[in-house]
């Protein structure tokens, strides 16, 4: 077991590994910043929790060591806890540590890829659901009015306030009622103050649009970031873990004994993960997953609040497979005409980012040009 998650793999890298990981983090608790941003360091600070820690520290595992992950974690729980206090430690500790130790049991008992993504998305599904309902208990049973009222809170302090407040106003995205409208700043010694009257009403406005919009986020967030969550802890660490040790056992050894393909060969668990490049759902699954997505559409748009959660899950679940798939169909194309690979993660990224990534995994899906899928074969003709 120890040879699969080594202390440190190079001395080099898990300087590096935990540097990267560290110094983000370090640098939100620096004295002033508090004082600067306000509440915005602890913002970022959980949006790097939930979208990169799991996935930095698995793959800080694979490519520099246990001791790297630790150093990070360490990092990381330190500087959330100094920003919001014992409840942030908690929300962290709930969702990071289950996604790790399963990571950490998968690798250590070499258990095949085919199982382990699944199981690997099942503990991102239960741990962000702990949390989430944890962070409801926080708030009394109303997560979304307790972060309405923050965000209105924090307005009504910040000395730059009231800018943003009309900067919301003058960009529409909230609104102010006909009878304050034609009395909205004042002007004041150095510059300009919104009134009192409509400085309430934009803050009753920031409190209905922050619950609206987390109403119908938080639900699309927690089973996207399962799914992809879910597949990039296992992905990230197994490939770019592999690259790093076949670089270090050549610049170690020369060229050593080779595998049946002409490959060197490296004693690394890659959980007989195939190639990414080659990822595919099987013609019956993407039938069902290409529905998924249809009735989701549909169904969100339904007025019934029930339908319309439903349909959202359907969709965001739907739609994070499809984009997985869209990334693999790119890859594909890129290795096919030699692509460096910093391109190969560049760009995945970038299409995600207008996602592209879920028509292109559509296309791939119906069209088959990767020529993954056999067609499916005639019916003998008994007569």
Avoid at 87 to 96: K, P, Q, S
Avoid at 187 to 206: E, I, N, T
Wanted: glycine residues 8%.
């Amino acid at each position: 077991m120890n040879d699969r998650l080594p202390l440190v793999r190079s001395v080099k890298s898990c300087i590096v590994g935990t540097l990267l990981i560290t110094l983000p983090f370090l640098f939100f608790i620096l004295p002033g910043q508090r004082e600067l941003l306000g509440p915005l360091p602890a913002l970022y600070a959980a949006l790097l929790i939930l979208f990169l820690l799991p996935t930095a520290l698995c793959l800080a595992t694979m490519v520099c060591g246990t001791l790297a992950a630790a150093l990070g974690l360490a990092a990381a729980l330190a500087s959330i806890t100094v920003l919001t206090g014992t409840g942030g430690l908690a929300l962290t500790a709930v969702y990071v540590l289950p996604v790790l130790a399963a990571f950490y049991i998968i690798i250590a008992y070499q258990i095949p890829f085919r199982k382990s993504c699944p199981v690997m998305i099942g503990v991102h599904v239960a741990a962000l659901a702990a949390v989430y309902a944890l962070a409801q208990r926080m708030a009394g049973g109303d997560l979304y009015t307790a972060a309405g009222n923050a965000v209105a809170d924090f307005l009504e302090s910040w000395e730059m306030g009231d800018m943003m407040l009309y900067q919301l106003y003058s960009t529409g995205l909230i609104g102010l009622k006909n009878d304050v409208t034609d009395n909205v700043l004042l002007q004041v010694l150095g510059g300009y103050k919104l009134s009192a009257a409509a400085k309430a009403d934009m803050l009753l406005s920031v409190r209905s649009m922050v619950r609206e919009l987390l109403e119908s986020l938080v639900p699309n967030e927690l089973v996207s970031q399962s799914i992809l969550g879910g597949v990039a802890c296992l992905l990230l660490p197994l490939r770019f873990g592999f690259l790093a040790e076949e670089r270090r056992a050549f610049l170690r050894e020369g060229p050593g004994e080779l595998t049946e393909d002409g490959k060197q060969k490296i004693n690394f668990p890659t959980l007989d993960m195939p190639p990414f490049s080659l990822w595919h759902l099987p013609r019956g699954i993407g039938w069902q997953v290409g529905v998924a997505l249809a009735a989701g559409y549909m169904l969100r748009m339904t007025k019934t609040p029930a339908l319309s959660i439903a349909g959202s899950l359907l969709f965001a679940a739907a739609s994070s497979i499809f984009m997985i798939q869209g990334a693999a169909a790119i890859n594909f194309l890129q290795k096919s005409r030699g692509t460096r690979r910093f391109w190969r993660v560049v760009v995945p990224i970038l299409l995600m980012m207008i996602r592209a990534l879920v028509i292109i995994g559509i296309f791939d899906q119906i069209s088959n040009f990767r020529g993954l899928r056999k067609p499916p074969e005639p019916k003998e003709d008994f007569e």
